[in-house]
């Protein structure tokens, strides 16, 4: 079991023992205050009184449940989860470009060295290949999360660059027959046009 799994299993453990005990405690606790000797005891004879009660006694037992219990659906990280499309005549580069990806984001202070990084060409797309980033970063603050991802992209931008690669974006490339006149294609595809 991965320690991924086993953070899961016990966020979901917990989050099914608080709800076990907040369903024991308020069945309890309302058979209890529904006694007679309780209400003798209380003096309640308004059943108004007692709804009263029960909801004090459960907006109390809410304070002390979040006082003293973890949140199992605390959030620890923000995840950066990129799909890049670089061009086929890429293919040749992307190996190193991955390699420099999944280094950069292994050496910086701001992604979480404990979680999981992936960094591989994972597609085989229409107008392109495309590499997949993973990772988390340390805080869970939305506004630094933001600027930790730009300043990520721009700096997996400049490797791109930097290895003469670029960025592919949708489009259909019309490659002529070998024995095509080139001078006669504008002519072809304007009739094309027309008769669409």
């Known amino acids: 079991m991965t320690l991924a799994s086993e953070k899961v299993l016990n966020r979901f ?3 099914l023992l608080i709800g076990t005990i907040s369903w024991a405690c308020l069945n309890v606790g309302h058979a209890f205050i529904s006694s007679g000797q309780m209400r003798r005891w209380l003096q309640m004879q308004d059943p108004k009184d007692q709804a009263m009660l029960i909801n004090l006694l459960g907006r109390l037992y809410t304070i002390l449940v979040l006082l003293f219990s973890e949140n199992p659906g605390q959030m620890y990280n923000r ?8 061009r086929y005549e890429d293919l040749g580069r992307i190996a190193g470009i991955t390699s420099d990806v999944r280094q950069l984001l292994e050496q910086h202070p701001d992604i979480d060295q404990r979680q999981t990084i992936l960094v591989n060409f994972n597609e085989w797309d229409a107008s392109s290949i495309n590499m997949m980033v993973y990772c988390f970063t340390k805080t869970t603050m939305w506004r630094e999360w933001l600027d930790i991802q730009q300043s990520i992209f721009l700096e997996i931008a400049a490797i791109v660059q930097r290895t003469g690669a670029d960025f592919a974006f949708n489009c259909t490339t019309l490659y002529p027959a070998p024995d095509a006149n ?4 504008p002519t072809l595809i ?6 669409a």
């Not at 995840?79 to 670089?86: D, K, P, V, W």
């Open 182 to 185: 080139a001078a006669e294609l």
């Open 13 to 15: 453990s917990l989050t």
């Open 79 to 86: 995840r950066i989860l990129a799909n890049i499309s670089l």
């Open 190 to 195: 304007r009739r094309k046009d027309q008769a």
